[in-house]
């Protein structure tokens, strides 16, 4: 399995709802993260995680909560979101640190309505 | 912060015509990657270069790096329609977690 799988890959949610994006990997990677991606502008480093601990986050607002359970599993919670928040979120991985290439998902597009 | 600058931001050609997408960078790095974003897509990679090197060929890319200028290229030989995309440079920080992706190359081919 040479993959990332994202989940949902579409997702609209009200400003007051509380929703999860799922990653997923298969690979032994050890490094997952998450960017964020506006239209037409290069994805932008949301989270860090190193063997399942955080560590780098971007100044990332408190709405925004990532989780890692296990090694496969990367989770972004959701909660209280802003129409500008609305973006392709991407998840990535990466077999070692610092990283000599990430595999993408192919991203989960929110819109925050 | 965007370390990568690309240049030029858009690019059309025909098909068969090489294709030269250009990345400047600000500080040291360990290595400098390319990756593809087909429209509305995750991103693939496609090519690492380690600040060691000057010359690295894959298939029909081929990628320089000139630490001196801080700059890199990436060529497409007989470009096909298919490699119509966005292009991103991305840089570590001199060995950092993290990679940091440049504006990008939107690339057309036309067939």
Redesign the interface.
């Known amino acids: 399995d040479t993959e990332v799988t994202q989940t949902p890959k579409h997702l609209v949610m009200g400003m007051t709802n509380k929703k999860s994006l799922k990653c997923e990997q298969h690979m032994g990677h050890r490094a997952m993260y998450w960017y964020k991606q506006k239209a037409k502008k290069p994805p932008e480093l949301m989270f860090v995680y190193s063997y399942e601990k955080l560590s780098i986050n971007e100044s990332v607002p408190s709405r925004f909560s990532p989780e890692c359970p296990n090694s496969s599993l990367l989770n972004l919670h959701l909660h209280a979101l802003q129409p500008e928040d609305s973006a392709l979120y991407l998840c990535a991985s990466s077999q070692r640190q610092p990283p000599d290439g990430y595999t993408f998902g192919s991203g989960t597009r929110l819109t925050v309505v | 912060s965007?370390q990568g600058e690309e240049d030029p931001q858009a690019l059309s050609i025909q098909e068969g015509e090489n294709a030269t997408m250009n990345c400047s960078y600000k500080t040291s790095i360990?290595?400098l990657?390319w990756?593809r974003q087909n429209s509305?897509?995750?991103?693939?990679?496609l090519i690492?270069i380690r600040s060691n090197e000057r010359e690295k060929h894959s298939g029909r890319l081929r990628v320089t790096l000139d630490t001196s200028k801080k700059s890199s290229s990436l060529l497409i030989t007989a470009s096909r329609a298919a490699d119509t995309a966005s292009y991103?440079c991305a840089t570590?920080q001199g060995?950092?977690?993290?990679?940091?992706?440049?504006?990008?190359t939107k690339l057309t081919v036309n067939p």
Request: aromatic share 12%; proline share 0%.
């Open positions: 965007q360990n290595n990657q990756y509305g897509r995750g991103l693939v990679h690492l991103f570590d060995g950092s977690e993290k990679l940091v992706f440049g504006k990008g």
